[in-house]
């Protein structure tokens, strides 16, 4: 399979997460594939935007958000989850997308070790529900996922049209003031297609 190289996140991070649509994002553990194609996303864009990690500047937290592009950001929340992102732009300007849910495709009874007691269409449709079926946790925060050899990577399926995409506000980001609290900039694949040929059979290995 084809992996996205370093020039498709080096993009402004808004439409990387347009794009990341229709990818497959790939675990690989023991020798196996653990796979699933990306869905939902949200971008988050430089210091300036109010919901970004970046928002109060460089920490050790967010280092990784300043680096190049193609790196995974993973980042530990409310205690218990993680979640993973995709640096995006320049180095030095702090900016990833979040993947936020994913259908699954390959991999599904390691899946279904960490996820098994719920209904399979549970088991990734949020961000910190993809990292645990995935078993994706803080040793993978500055992951290459441009790396062939990587443990961790994002590969190339086919684009989605427009038809199938939504967009809107991000979620859970009601500590952030206006205008970055109704920024348009979660991208979706509409409820009616996600299980549509066009999303998850024609990238299917």
């Keep these: 399979m084809t992996l996205l190289d370093r020039a498709f996140f080096e993009q402004e991070v808004a439409v990387v997460a347009r794009q990341l649509l229709g990818q497959r994002l790939v675990r690989h553990l023991a020798g196996a594939r653990l796979a699933g194609i990306i869905v939902e996303t949200e971008a988050y864009r430089g210091e300036e935007d109010l919901a970004c990690h970046a928002r109060s500047g460089q920490t050790a937290r967010n280092a990784v958000m300043y680096g190049p592009a193609g790196h995974a950001y993973v980042y530990f929340t409310y205690g218990m989850h993680w979640c993973l992102n995709a640096v995006c732009g320049a180095v030095g ?32 449709n949020g961000p910190a529900k993809l990292c645990q079926a995935l078993f994706v946790d803080g040793t993978f925060n500055g992951t290459d996922l441009a790396d062939p050899q990587g443990l961790l990577t994002i590969e190339a399926g086919k684009a989605l049209p427009e038809s199938v995409v939504q967009t809107g506000p991000r979620v859970g980001i009601g500590y952030a003031p206006e205008p970055w609290l109704s920024m348009p900039w979660r991208f979706s694949v509409a409820a009616e297609s996600l299980h549509s040929g066009i999303v998850k059979n024609e990238n299917t290995p």
């Design 93 to 124: 300007f702090p900016a990833a997308v979040l993947v936020r849910a994913i259908i699954p495709t390959e991999g599904l009874d390691e899946m279904a070790k960490r996820r098994g007691r719920f209904a399979q269409a549970q088991w990734c």
